[in-house]
Structure formats: structure tokens, C-alpha cells
């Protein structure tokens, strides 16, 4: 099966460019966010000595709901969850608009 692309030529595409073709930009960025804001979120909570229990307890929420906020497959969590674990670390969440650019990108920066 021929692709019309000559074996071993390198594309201008961008690999977000690729990604947007296949439909697939937005979810890989949503993931990322997601996977960052969970990174950042266990850190603190390393630093300052607290248990996803305790964690819980400080989000008056469930040990269940807290794994689905570390969870980046789960894509459900609302702002207020974030807003409450941030909360909960001594934390707050920044959100800004931003201008646009011409790479598509959804609105998302990081």
C-alpha cells in the first residue's frame, strides 16, 4: 500500500497539527491539564505531610471522589473540585483568557 509519501521524508506537519487532523488536540490537552493540576496537587500534599484521607476530609468529600480528581482518564471534575483541592493545599487555581493564535490550539496554554 503506497501513502504517496516518499520513505523517510520528514513533514512540516506539527505533531499538534497531526493531532487536530485526527481529531484527537483537544482530549490530549484536556489529559495534560488534567495530569499537570494532579501532579501539582500530590506534591503539596507531600510537602505539607497529608494523606488522601486527610485530603478528603479537608474537600468534605470522599476518598473516591479525591482518586477520580488524580485519575486523568476521568475527564468529569468541575472547576469547584479543583478549586477545593487547590483550597485544601493552601493553593489557588489561576485561570486567564489569553490571545488566540493561529496554531489551533483550542484556547489552552500551559
Do not use: W
Not at 503539596?44 to 482518586?67: C, F, V, Y
Amino acid at each position: 500500500m503506497k501513502t504517496g509519501r516518499k520513505k523517510g521524508s520528514v513533514s512540516d506537519e506539527t505533531f499538534d497539527e497531526f493531532l487536530a487532523e485526527q481529531g484527537l488536540l483537544q482530549a490530549c490537552e484536556d489529559h495534560a491539564i488534567k495530569e499537570m493540576i494532579a501532579d501539582q496537587l500530590a506534591v503539596a500534599m507531600k510537602e505539607q505531610g497529608i494523606t488522601k484521607s486527610a485530603m478528603a476530609g479537608r474537600m468534605k468529600t470522599s476518598r473516591r471522589q479525591l482518586d477520580r480528581l488524580f485519575d486523568p482518564s476521568v475527564s468529569s471534575v468541575t472547576l469547584d473540585t479543583l478549586r477545593r483541592a487547590a483550597s485544601a493545599v493552601g493553593r489557588t487555581i489561576r485561570i486567564e483568557l489569553v490571545p488566540g493564535s493561529t496554531s489551533g490550539r483550542n484556547g489552552i496554554s500551559y
